[in-house]
């Protein structure tokens, strides 16, 4: 795909209506020019390629950014679909990421109780809140001065611009464990490349800071399925979905390889494993490290290849 930038975005509105019950699990690279609102349908390609054949399988229902790496999302009503990820305004998907001083990536996989800090948008800013820690106003636009940082994610080098001092010092006092930095990939700044997360991989994209795809669709369905089996129930929270569909059976999305969402068409990339993350509660930033991972490879569904349950990443068709 092209850079952070491209002129080629879809544009994803949510009318304010209840969802409905039903939907599907995918994770998406994607640019094209459309218009989604709730009740768009999701088409799945019964022939690759082939416009004509053409299956209903669900419609759009949420959507959801996160600012932040392993931070809360933000709902919002409508959305650019960029070569990056969603965009609403200047709020943009995984564009900001904790690291420790030498630049390597914190998630809730390390701190967990980043996922009781909350975001909201006013007069361009972020805004920081979680708790017992004050209110955090962050300006989008950074000073050019500000330090660039060479980060490391899974293995990967890409920049950073520093967020400054304040918002390092937010963080480091609410989680308390060792002196940690804030920073914003820029547009200009260069993804990491698709070939080089997944070696065999032929299509071509570029993410920032998400661990593999800049979009991730969920289904509804799926997660109704996995809550019937456990005693605690989890949340559409714990899976962080940007998408969210309704209208298809459970896990029936893994048999998508094509799908058409408007007119911005996405390819499977590959089944990825859940991980460590779902176990994270939402509400009060404790890892379980269990559930629902364990449930999820009992219940393992025909045509896995993993010892756990996945959702599915895609890239879209139309590579600039």
Same mark, same amino acid.
């Given at each position: 795909?092209?850079?952070?930038?491209?002129?080629?975005?879809? &544009?994803?509105?949510?009318?304010?209506?209840?969802?409905?019950?039903?939907?599907?699990?995918?994770?998406?690279?994607?640019?094209?020019?459309?218009?989604?609102?709730?009740?768009?349908?999701?088409?799945?390609?019964?022939?690759?390629?082939?416009? =004509?054949?053409?299956?209903?399988? @669900?419609?759009?229902?949420?959507?959801?950014?996160? /600012?932040?790496?392993?931070?809360?999302?933000?709902?919002?009503?409508?959305?650019?679909?960029?070569?990056?990820?969603?965009?609403?305004?200047?709020? =943009?998907?995984?564009?900001?990421?904790? *690291?420790? +001083?030498?630049?390597?990536?914190?998630?809730?996989?390390?701190?967990?109780?980043?996922?009781?800090?909350?975001?909201?948008? +006013?007069?361009?800013?972020?805004?920081?809140?979680? $708790?017992?820690?004050?209110?955090?106003?962050?300006?989008?636009?950074?000073?050019?001065?500000?330090?660039?940082?060479?980060?490391?994610?899974?293995?990967?080098?890409?920049?950073? =611009?520093?967020?400054?001092?304040?918002?390092?010092?937010?963080?480091?006092? !609410?989680?308390?464990?060792? $002196? !940690?930095?804030?920073?914003?990939?820029?547009? #200009?700044?260069?993804? &990491?490349?698709? &070939?080089?997360?997944?070696?065999?991989?032929?299509?071509?994209?570029?993410?920032?800071?998400?661990?593999?795809?800049?979009?991730?669709?969920?289904? +509804?369905?799926?997660?109704?399925?996995? #809550?019937?089996?456990?005693?605690?129930?989890?949340?559409?929270?714990?899976? &962080?979905? #940007?998408?969210?569909?309704?209208?298809?059976?459970?896990?029936?999305?893994?048999?998508?390889?094509?799908?058409?969402? @408007?007119?911005?068409?996405?390819?499977?990339?590959?089944?990825?494993?859940?991980? *460590?993350?779902?176990?994270?509660? /939402?509400?009060?930033?404790?890892?379980?490290?269990? +559930?629902?991972?364990?449930?999820?490879?009992?219940?393992?569904? $025909?045509?896995?290849?993993?010892?756990?349950? #996945?959702?599915?990443?895609?890239?879209?068709?139309?590579? $600039?």
């Amino acid at each position: 795909m092209g850079a952070a930038g491209s002129s080629l975005q879809a &544009r994803f509105v949510v009318p304010h209506r209840p969802a409905l019950s039903r939907p599907a699990w995918l994770g998406v690279a994607a640019v094209g020019l459309a218009a989604v609102a709730l009740g768009t349908v999701v088409w799945r390609r019964a022939r690759p390629r082939r416009r =004509r054949r053409l299956q209903q399988v @669900g419609t759009v229902a949420e959507l959801c950014i996160y /600012p932040v790496k392993s931070c809360k999302g933000v709902s919002v009503s409508e959305a650019e679909c960029t070569a990056l990820g969603l965009r609403s305004g200047h709020l =943009r998907d995984r564009f900001w990421l904790v *690291i420790k +001083e030498d630049g390597h990536m914190v998630t809730a996989r390390q701190e967990p109780r980043l996922v009781l800090v909350s975001i909201s948008y +006013e007069d361009d800013c972020l805004v920081f809140q979680a $708790p017992g820690a004050g209110q955090l106003a962050l300006p989008c636009k950074l000073p050019s001065s500000n330090k660039i940082y060479d980060c490391r994610l899974f293995g990967l080098d890409i920049k950073g =611009r520093d967020c400054g001092d304040e918002a390092a010092q937010w963080f480091t006092n !609410f989680l308390k464990t060792e $002196p !940690f930095r804030l920073v914003q990939f820029e547009k #200009n700044m260069k993804g &990491r490349a698709s &070939r080089k997360i997944f070696p065999s991989f032929v299509q071509n994209y570029q993410v920032a800071y998400p661990d593999c795809s800049p979009i991730m669709i969920l289904s +509804e369905a799926s997660l109704a399925d996995l #809550n019937t089996r456990l005693e605690k129930k989890v949340k559409m929270d714990q899976f &962080r979905p #940007n998408i969210v569909v309704t209208g298809c059976d459970a896990f029936e999305e893994d048999s998508w390889d094509e799908i058409l969402i @408007g007119s911005t068409e996405m390819k499977k990339v590959l089944a990825c494993p859940r991980c *460590i993350m779902t176990t994270v509660d /939402p509400d009060t930033g404790v890892i379980d490290r269990k +559930e629902p991972l364990e449930t999820l490879k009992r219940c393992q569904h $025909p045509g896995d290849t993993d010892q756990d349950f #996945n959702d599915n990443n895609y890239c879209t068709l139309a590579d $600039p």
